[in-house]
Nanobody, 115 residues
């Protein structure tokens, strides 16, 4: 069974950086499309960034130029480097692994950006 464990969240000031990690286990990581989502309480989950098995990336407009998603297949890990963080980036960040038709989610990690 696929398991995803996120780490790296925390409390930072505006303009600072964080790197989130998502460790994958239970299947062949390189076969999965990977993505980061975020959710603010009371809102629906939104896609932040994704990376295909060919390492093609996409980003939400709100994070383009500030966030970078990457995957390390030998380590079965996907990362989200977040720079120049803003208060509106505050959310719980979730990792998703997808290999149609199945998808798997991590438990989430809190990111809080506050002065």
């Amino acid at each position: 069974q696929v398991q995803l464990v996120e780490s790296g969240g925390g409390l930072v000031h505006p303009g600072e950086s964080l790197r989130l990690s998502c460790k994958f286990s239970g299947s062949i990581f390189s076969a999965f499309y990977m993505a980061w989502y975020r959710q603010v309480a009371g809102n629906s989950r939104e896609l932040v960034a994704s990376v295909t098995i060919a390492a093609r990336t996409t980003y939400a407009e709100s994070v383009k130029g500030r966030f970078t998603i990457s995957r390390d297949n030998p380590r079965s890990t996907v990362y989200l480097q977040m720079n120049d963080l803003k208060p509106e980036d505050t959310a719980v960040y979730y990792c998703k692994a997808e290999l149609n038709p199945r998808e798997y989610w991590g438990q989430g990690t809190q990111v809080t950006v506050s002065a």
